[in-house]
C-alpha cells in the first residue's frame, strides 16, 4: 500500500506563480523526502526534511513537515516552465529497514 | 562518475520468458533498491539491498528474484514474465549519513521500460 498520497494529482499554474502540493503519509517517520521526475526520466532529490525539523528551504523550494497531520508540503516560488514535471513525496519508517515508500506524484505542467 | 546505470534502457519479452535487468552504481553505496513505476500508482519497491550478499523484499517482490554480489551491481530477474509486469523498471542507491537512522537521498538510474506480450 502507498505510504504516501500526493495532493492534488495534477497542477496547471502558469509561469511567475507558486505551486503547492501536498503529501500525506501514514506511519511515523525518520525524514520525508521530496523527489521531482521528468518525464520519461529517474526521479531526482529535491530536499529532504527530517521528523524534527518544521521547515526546510533550498532555492526555490520550500518543504514543511507537520508531524502530528502526517503532511507535508512542497512550495515552488516563481514557478517557471522547466519546472514542469511530477514531483513525488518519499517518506521511510522508523524501523530501520532503510526502505522509502514513495507516493502517486502530482503532475505540475507549467505554462509559458 | 556515471552514477547508476540500468541495462537495458527498453526490452519486450513474450509471457514465460525470462530476463535480468541489470543496475550498476558507481558511488560506492551500501543500499540499492529497484522499483516498478505504473501509471497513477508512483513507485512501488520490489525489492532492495542493504549490502554485498544481502537482499530483501519491498512491496511487490512476487515473480521477482534479485543478486546482490557484488557490491556496485544489483541484478533483478523475471524468471517467468507475465503481462502484469509490463512496466518502468527503476534502479536506485544510497548511502548512509547517519548510524542507525536513513538520512539519506536515493540516487536513481533513468530507468528500463519493459513490455511483456
Known amino acids: 500500500s502507498q505510504q504516501g498520497e500526493e495532493d492534488p494529482q495534477a497542477l496547471s499554474i502558469q509561469e511567475g506563480e507558486n505551486a503547492t502540493m501536498n503529501c500525506s503519509y501514514k506511519?511515523?517517520?525518520?525524514?520525508l523526502q521530496w523527489y521531482r521526475q521528468n518525464s520519461g526520466r529517474g526521479l531526482v532529490h529535491l530536499i529532504l526534511i527530517r521528523s524534527n525539523e518544521r521547515e526546510k528551504h533550498s532555492g526555490r523550494l520550500r518543504v514543511t513537515l507537520d508531524t502530528s497531520k502526517k503532511s507535508s508540503s512542497l512550495l515552488i516560488t516563481a514557478s517557471r516552465a522547466a519546472d514542469t514535471a511530477s514531483y513525488f513525496c518519499?517518506?521511510?519508517?522508523?524501523?530501520?529497514?532503510?526502505?522509502?515508500?514513495f507516493g502517486t506524484g502530482t503532475r505540475l505542467k507549467v505554462l509559458a | 562518475n556515471a552514477g547508476v546505470t540500468q541495462t537495458p534502457k527498453f526490452r519486450v519479452l513474450k509471457t514465460g520468458q525470462s530476463m535480468t535487468l541489470l543496475c550498476a552504481q558507481d558511488?560506492?553505496?551500501?543500499?540499492m533498491y529497484w522499483y516498478r513505476q505504473d501509471p497513477g500508482m508512483g513507485l512501488r519497491l520490489i525489492h532492495y539491498s542493504v549490502g554485498e550478499g544481502t537482499t530483501a523484499k519491498g512491496e511487490v517482490p512476487d515473480g521477482y528474484n534479485v543478486s546482490r554480489l557484488k557490491k556496485q551491481n544489483f541484478l533483478l530477474g523475471l524468471e517467468s514474465a507475465a503481462p502484469s509486469q509490463t512496466s518502468v523498471y527503476f534502479c536506485?542507491?544510497?548511502?548512509?549519513?547517519?548510524?542507525?537512522?536513513?538520512?539519506?537521498?536515493?540516487?536513481f538510474g533513468p530507468g528500463t521500460r519493459l513490455t511483456v506480450l
Open positions: 506511519t511515523s517517520i525518520n525524514n
Open positions: 536506485a542507491s544510497s548511502y548512509l549519513l547517519g548510524h542507525g537512522s536513513s538520512y539519506n537521498e536515493q540516487f
Open positions: 558511488m560506492n553505496h551500501e543500499y
Open positions: 518519499a517518506t521511510d519508517g522508523t524501523s530501520g529497514t532503510y526502505k522509502y515508500i
